[in-house]
T-cell receptor, first 114, second 115 residues
């Protein structure tokens, strides 16, 4: 049961344009959503997060939007740079008592072309 | 550099064998998590330890086991290995149990190939 879905395995954009990475989820109990970036031969690194009580969070070129009614979030990168080329994982957190569990999507490979 | 250290980086072994993957968390982090990434799969949560005690269990096979030692490093033991166990195994750590924002710090992973 894939509770966090990234339906686009890959995305290609031109340098300077906007990159939009999408993520859908099914569990309404998720209370935090995170994006991780992963370069080849490295572990995932935290990029940006958003609480379920917000609909937007911005950090420099990166903005995450959350639409709870649609159970959808997206990561916008503006402007895109070649160094942004990586796999992006969407993750969602659920609390079970005093335990907190992160569920990851399968990732989207972003390629930014110079 | 996340501060999380995993060894070995690469491991090739045969079916039926047993291997141990090691993880040292960031200094000060009490929680250690193990994730498996197979081909075309996302990061599948295996198990979490907090300050030496098992905290949460995910889709971890009975052939797999883990522990966290008093110095907070952790080991993931994989036994009776099968071809399908070939994957990247990531260790991650966090200060607490994930209550704050859920942010985890990942190591570079251990790539296991079972032949």
């Amino acid at each position: 049961d894939q509770q966090v879905k990234q339906n686009s395995p890959s995305l290609s954009v031109q340098e300077g344009r906007i990159s939009i990475l999408n993520c859908d989820y099914t569990n309404s109990m998720f209370d935090y959503f995170l994006w991780y970036k992963k370069y080849p031969a490295e572990g995932p690194t935290f990029l940006i997060s958003i609480s379920s009580i917000k609909d937007k969070n911005e950090d420099g070129r990166f903005t995450v939007f959350l639409n709870k009614s649609a159970k959808h979030l997206s990561l916008h990168i503006v402007p895109s740079q070649p160094g942004d080329s990586a796999v992006y994982f969407c993750a969602a957190r659920v609390a079970r008592g005093s335990n907190y569990k992160l569920t990851f999507g399968k990732g989207t490979l972003l390629t930014v072309n110079p | 550099d996340s501060g999380v250290t995993q060894t070995p980086k690469h491991l090739i072994t045969a079916t039926g064998q047993r291997v141990t993957l090691r993880c040292s968390p960031r200094s000060g982090d009490l929680s250690v998590y193990w994730y498996q990434q197979s081909l075309d799969q996302g990061l599948q949560f295996l198990i979490q330890y907090y300050n030496g005690e098992e905290r949460a269990k995910g889709n971890i096979l009975e052939r797999f086991s883990a522990q966290q030692f008093p110095d907070l490093h952790s080991e993931l033991n994989l036994s009776s290995l099968e071809l399908g166990d070939s994957a990247l195994y990531f260790c991650a750590s966090s200060v607490g149990v994930g209550r704050e924002t859920g942010e985890l710090f990942f190591g570079e992973g251990s790539r296991l190939t079972v032949l």
